[in-house]
């Protein structure tokens, strides 16, 4: 198993790019199931999560082909409806093959993805969506069977604006008898894309990035080219990178508007953020102030910044409190970052922070995604040298990490054993 060996104390100065969206890429090359013919998929990240995607569209059938950020998908010759356990436990994101199986063939079979490492994660809301479009749903064996001879468009009221309930309903509705409205829908800018590639393709799906989307269902879609945009939750970690090693750093490739909410923390918390209009500055020249955050959909601050900001407020001046709204038991990054000296008490979904002015380097394991991007930022803003294992949970969503912040003036060793 990779780790990574991290010596910290560098500030980190110069400028990086950041890559296309994960989240945004994994509905989009879901989508692609929606017609035959080759769609051309654009700024793809290279990273294990869409990896699963397309191997998750090879096994339906599908043909890819990967050539740097580029990704064909061609869904011509699609020969099973169903995917298995195997892909779904890698990774949740893989049941957004559900709307767009069942659009365009009737059908579908997805294994019930699971809990993960922040929370139970349950599908419900995807699943009362369907049946509400006049989808047939089982649940055997731990398989979701959907069917229906043909959708009818509906009025579905969300009880919570899930962003995956929403992808795989907006994707389920387009080719639906009549006008479906989804209504407290996610408003995450991942969503609009979805939107911008399935009306390329033909559909005509209005209001994403509202809490109102409103799809026409159409008979025929179209493969097209799409290009993602660029991932607001990489920019963000970045923008916390500059900030907790007191750095100058110059963001590029990043879309100002999905990273607000966090911007403006960093200003609150004396952190000096500049941007124009496809680039943010972040200079940070001493410790940052205590500021209280709460995680919210967007466009409140998100729950995939949490850890990370978290790792900035251990070294804050003053007390902070994190409230996470969002996801259950993602505090995981907690007692990691005690081990490096912060102090940090959970009381039920609270984490209160009493910043202080040094961590110190200590062998810490990241327990998902976003908790291992805190733990490296912890790394490299602390005294000494520090060890992150499992590390394949930040490959999961990070492209060329060590090399990005390594080109910045981190001192970032992956060592394979
Ligand atoms: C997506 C993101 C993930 C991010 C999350 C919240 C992708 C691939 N992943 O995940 O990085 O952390 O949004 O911003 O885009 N819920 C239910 N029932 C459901 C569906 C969700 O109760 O049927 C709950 C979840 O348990 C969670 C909340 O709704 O508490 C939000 O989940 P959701 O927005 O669906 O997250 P994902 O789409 O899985």
């Given at each position: 198993m990779p780790r990574l060996m991290i010596v910290g104390g560098h500030r980190l100065l110069g400028r990086v790019k950041v890559s296309g969206s994960k989240n945004a890429s994994l509905p989009v090359l879901a989508a692609a199931l929606l017609c035959p013919g080759r769609c051309v998929i654009a700024?793809?990240?290279?990273?294990s999560d869409i990896a699963v995607m397309c191997q998750a569209l090879t096994c339906l059938g599908a043909r890819v082909q990967r050539a740097g950020g580029q990704v064909e998908v061609d869904a011509s010759c699609v020969n099973t409806l169903e995917l298995n356990d195997e892909l779904t436990r890698r990774m949740?994101?893989?049941?957004?093959?559900l709307g767009p199986l069942l659009a365009r063939f009737g059908r579908a079979v997805v294994a019930y993805p699971g809990g993960c490492n922040i929370g139970s994660r349950p599908m419900n809301l995807h699943l009362k969506g369907l049946k509400m479009l006049g989808a047939e749903i089982s649940e055997r064996y731990g398989y979701i069977y959907a069917t229906a001879e043909r959708l009818v468009g509906a009025e579905i009221i969300l009880d919570m604006p899930s962003v995956g309930a929403t992808e795989n309903l907006i994707m389920a509705a387009v080719h639906a008898a009549g006008v479906t409205v989804i209504k407290n829908a996610a408003r995450e800018p991942e969503i609009v894309d979805l939107q911008n590639f399935l009306n390329a393709m033909g559909a005509r799906v209005r209001g994403?990035?509202?809490d109102v989307i409103k799809i026409e269902g159409v008979e025929r879609l179209e493969p097209a080219r799409h290009t993602v945009i660029p991932d607001r939750i990489e920019a963000g970690t970045h923008m916390i990178a500059a900030a907790i090693t007191r750095g100058d750093v110059c963001i590029t490739n990043v879309i100002p508007e999905h990273v607000e909410s966090l911007t403006a923390k960093l200003r609150e918390a004396g952190v000096q953020v500049e941007s124009g209009d496809d680039w943010i500055r972040v200079v940070a020249g001493g410790r940052p102030r205590a500021v209280d955050v709460r995680t919210l959909y967007y466009p409140g601050f998100p729950t995939d910044l949490q850890p990370q900001f978290m790792a900035l407020m251990a070294l804050a001046e003053g007390t902070s409190i994190i409230s996470e709204?969002?996801?259950?038991?993602?505090?995981?990054h907690v007692s990691e970052l005690r081990r490096m000296g912060a102090d940090i008490n959970l009381e039920g979904h609270t984490a209160i922070i009493k910043g202080v002015p040094r961590l110190s380097g200590a062998v810490v394991e990241a327990s998902d995604l976003r908790a291992g991007a805190a733990l490296v930022l912890a790394a490299l803003a602390a005294e000494n040298g520090s060890i992150i294992e499992n590390v394949e949970h930040i490959d999961r969503g990070y492209e060329k990490l060590e090399r990005k912040y390594n080109t910045l003036g981190a001192r970032i060793m992956r060592v394979h054993s």
């Open positions: 700024d793809v990240p290279e990273l949740r994101a893989s049941n957004l093959v994403a990035g509202t709204t969002i996801f259950e038991n993602r505090f995981k």
